[in-house]
């Protein structure tokens, strides 16, 4: 399998090959179709898994990629359910340790996945609207 384009600039995947045409799937859509050969050109460096991965929403891919396991997963679902909260409702709240706490925020903030926000006079956090979509388009 390799990732091709078309003359729009369109990637797929290639699935198949032959003399005239070959036969392609739209990663985002999941569409299946015939293009001829000459409309085709190879994409050097760009991972056919990459591509097939377009087929998620790019916040949903966003949460999936920062959140590597169920507990940093689990935070930002409450965050989300319940933000903004402060850095102290957090704490207390969770089983994560100051420093994993702060990491796990680091990470999503990099991510563009959580923003800073004041909470009764203190630091906090609340989650941005990729945060949210992604989340929305996990649970659907």
Do not use: I
């Amino acid at each position: 399998m390799r990732t091709v384009r078309d003359d729009d600039g369109t990637r797929y995947l290639l699935l198949k090959e032959s003399t005239d045409s070959s036969l392609v799937r739209d990663p985002e859509t999941g569409e299946q179709r015939h293009v001829p050969n000459a409309a085709l050109e190879p994409v050097d460096g760009d991972s056919p898994l990459v591509t097939a991965a377009k087929a998620v929403p790019d916040a949903a891919r966003c949460v999936l990629t920062a959140a590597h396991d169920d507990r940093a997963l689990g935070l930002l679902v409450e965050l989300d359910e319940r933000g903004p909260l402060s850095v102290a409702e957090l704490l207390s709240a969770y089983d994560l340790c100051e420093s994993d706490l702060h990491g796990l925020l680091a990470e999503f903030r990099a991510a563009g996945l959580l923003t800073e926000a004041r909470v009764h006079g203190q630091r906090g956090y609340d989650t941005t609207e990729t945060a949210s979509d992604g989340l929305a388009q996990l649970r659907d």
